[in-house]
Every structure is written in structure tokens, then in C-alpha cells.
């Protein structure tokens, strides 16, 4: 729930950035909606949810304006409208991506790739604009992912008492259901594989499985002392 008059509503990069299991949520800017990039950004872990940006063309989510990034086991969901794509990738940039889960259930933008995406595997796209190449990609992929909500915490066998600890690294959080996102193997061609999701759980249906997050039944993540969270709001 962050907004920026000009570019990047949660952040603004203009050297380095590491952004680590964390939930990027509600956040609108003219670009970069959730995150603007001028040099060099590597993204793990991490949910984009409902973000925004008023500029027609420009990034919602994440807009790597210059420079280069990486990408990996990230869901971005629920991002832009039909004029503002989810992952914006200018002529000036390029990003290796992996694992990564982009798109929206209104059939809107995934991605506006103007500049290099190379794709290292195992990512989805609602559509086809994010011209992922790999050969396990998806494709024109509909997304199974809901709210980390009690009720789904409930649905997928965990205890309620444990529903705040779920939360870690915080609220908004995007759950993947495993069923369409899951790799049965651990693919040992798979380059810099996240074996845990954003919680620190384990991945249960292949540790190279698409997203931030997946929930597993009965699933206790690591309990962190005075851990706070880590959803970019106010």
C-alpha cells in the first residue's frame, strides 16, 4: 500500500538489490508499480500481489528499466491491467529468470519483453507474452494460486494455531497448490534450485517447483524470535 509519484512504489533500485522471501503487495507507482530497477536486482522467493502503475505500458509489478537481474522461484499474480503488464523488461535490460510463476486470472498482461529474457526452466506464464523458450516451461498456464488465508491453511491440513506462523515472512502471501506447479523430480540440470519457499519450508513435490510459496500439510516453518514479517506495506 506504498505509491511513488514517479517510479517504484515499494522500491526504488538504482545500484544493487536483494529481495528475499518477502510479499510485495498493493503498492502503485507511474512504474514499477512494486519494484523499479536501474542496475542490478536478484529476486528470490518472493510474492508480488496487486500492484499497480498509472503509466499505460508500464510495469505493475516489476520493471527493470536499465541493467540486468535474476529471477527465481517468484509468483507474480494478480498484478496490472490489460494496459500495464506484470514484469516490464525495457530494451536497455535483460533478466535471467527461473522457477517463476507470472501472470493474472483476468487474462491481463504477463509481461512486456522488450529487452533479453533468458529463460533457465520452470516457469509459468497465463499467456505467452513473457516468450519463455525452455522446454519445461508452461505456457497459456491457468494459475491455482489463492490467498495464504486460514481457511486454505485449514484446507491443506494445518493447524489453526499455526496460521500466524505460516504468515512468516508475512501476510498476502500466494499459495500454490502443487498441483500444476509441482516437478516431480529434483532436475539436476536446474541451475541455483530454491529447496525451501519463502517460509523457510521445505518444498515437498520436487524442490525445484514453480513460486514463492507452497503449501504442504502439516507444515510447521521455523519459528523466528520477534521475526516481524516482511510484506512491504506502511
Known sequence: D????TSGGAIYNANYLLLR??????NIATNGGGVFTQGFSEIRNTTFDNNF???AGEGAALSFSIGSGKVKNVTLS???TAQN???LVSPAASIEIAYTAVGHEGGFLSCAAYGQITSYGYNADSG?????TNTTDKLNTAFSFGPLSESLATKAGVPTDEVANIHRPGLGLLADSGE??????????APGCSKVDARGVTRPKGACDIGAVEV???AKPPRVPGDGGGVITP
Open 53 to 55: 502503475a498509472y503509466a
Open 78 to 80: 494478480n498484478n496490472g
Open 21 to 26: 522471501q518477502r510479499s510485495v503487495r498493493g
Open 85 to 87: 503488464p506484470a514484469l
Open 180 to 189: 500444476n506447479f509441482a516437478n516431480t523430480i529434483d532436475d539436476p540440470a
Open 128 to 132: 505467452d507474452s513473457c516468450r519463455f
Open 216 to 218: 504442504v500439510p502439516n
Open 2 to 5: 506504498n505509491s511513488a509519484i
